[in-house]
């Protein structure tokens, strides 16, 4: 059973449509990063997700049920974006008021503040927290009651680059012990580790979603191959180039070697078979540069329809 099954979902708002005909699962124990522009439409499939919105047309599946059954809902745990508590109690009060609200048992309180980071602030009131603790209390509120799915929409905003970092090594954890997360966020760097897959949401459309490495070859974007420490660095030049010119000099005794997804295992094989490189660095193309071909795509189609 997958976590999330959304087929044929479109989503309008009065006039205007914010999803149109998405089709799109998460698997158990996935983590899947939801990336698109303002407006794209990720907060829109959160929200229908949760059952906070009912789809104008297809059908969804939220861990097997309809998505506004109770006992899915107990089993889903969901941080928003720009996250509100009550500035009064304290964070030990604020999550002992969201378990009862959740019927989660109180005692999760302060093991999950624990687990954020916040057990030293835990009798502290919510006025005092910095942007970045209330974040890590809106993400313990999100864990009560070990939810099977996890909304996370916009989580490392405010965090500094530790707690960031703490983040993503506990969605790996939970990820571990079987939970399904779907991550919305628009800072793309350090994440990509983390996920299972990415899906790309443009103009409520879904352009693209898979893994980093068959977006990858969807994209056809090259990867660059860095060798230094040659010791026959003119010969393998020459032979690169006369091959396929995919290859040029770097400063010092370097070369680099530019191929796309496919061709990557092959020209590193014969690099290896031609010189004993003293050191190699792969780049290949990181999720930003994903995001930005396939969103630019995106509007390239757009374009092209409108003029038509
Ligand atoms: N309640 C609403 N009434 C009318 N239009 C709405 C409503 N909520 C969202 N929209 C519109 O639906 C579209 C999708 O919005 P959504 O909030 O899902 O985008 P998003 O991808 O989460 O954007 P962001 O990254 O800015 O949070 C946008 O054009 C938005 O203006």
């Keep these: 059973m997958n976590a999330v099954d959304i087929q044929g979902v479109s989503l309008r708002y009065g006039k205007m449509t914010a999803l149109r005909q998405l089709d799109l699962h998460l698997e158990e124990g996935e983590v899947l990063g939801l990336f698109g522009h303002n407006g794209a439409g990720k907060t829109t499939t959160m929200k229908l997700i949760l059952g906070l919105l009912t789809p104008s047309e297809g ?12 006992d899915v809902r107990r089993r889903m745990g969901y941080l928003q974006e720009n996250v509100m508590f009550y500035p009064q109690l304290t964070g030990r009060e ?12 109180r005692q999760q309180a302060d093991q ?26 809106g993400l313990a509120q999100a864990l009560l009651g070990e939810p099977r799915l996890l909304l996370l929409d916009e989580p490392t905003v405010g965090l500094d680059p530790i707690a960031t970092q703490d983040l993503y090594l506990l969605i790996d954890q939970l990820r571990q012990q ?12 350090g994440v990509e580790a983390h996920i299972n897959r990415a899906a790309i949401l443009a103009g409520g459309q879904l352009e693209a979603v898979g893994t980093l490495t068959s977006l990858r070859t969807g994209a056809g974007l090259p990867s660059r191959i860095r060798a230094t420490g040659l010791k026959q660095r003119e010969q393998v030049l020459q032979s690169f180039s006369s091959l396929n010119g995919n290859a040029r000099p770097l400063g010092g005794d370097g070369i680099e070697l530019t191929g796309s997804a496919a061709t990557k295992m092959s020209l590193l094989r014969q690099l290896l078979d031609r010189d004993q490189p003293g050191d190699i660095d792969i780049l290949q193309p990181s999720l930003e540069d994903l995001y930005r071909f396939y969103t630019e795509r995106a509007s390239r189609a757009r374009a092209a329809e409108d003029k038509a």
């Design 112 to 137: 999950l503040l624990e687990q954020v980071g916040l057990a030293h602030a835990a009798d502290r009131r919510v006025k005092t927290y910095s942007k970045g603790m209330r974040q890590r209390l």
């Design 94 to 105: 604020t999550l002992h008021h969201f378990a009862r609200i959740k019927g989660a048992a």
């Design 178 to 189: 079987g939970t399904s997360v779907i991550l919305c966020s628009h800072v793309l760097p």
């Design 59 to 70: 059908q969804l599946r939220v861990l097997g049920q309809a998505p506004n059954d109770a």
